[in-house]
């Protein structure tokens, strides 16, 4: 049960980690 809810956790953070990464792309792609 403790090894699922890490995985949970760590989907969520990669997640958000991606989220982050294209925002920083879509707005590198503005200024340029």
């Keep these: 049960m403790e090894e699922l809810n890490k995985d949970t956790k ?3 953070f990669t997640r ?3 989220k ?3 925002l920083l792309i879509l707005i590198n792609y503005m200024l340029i």
Aim: charged residues 35%.
């Design 16 to 18: 958000n980690q991606k």
């Design 10 to 12: 760590l989907t969520k």
């Design 20 to 22: 982050s990464i294209d």
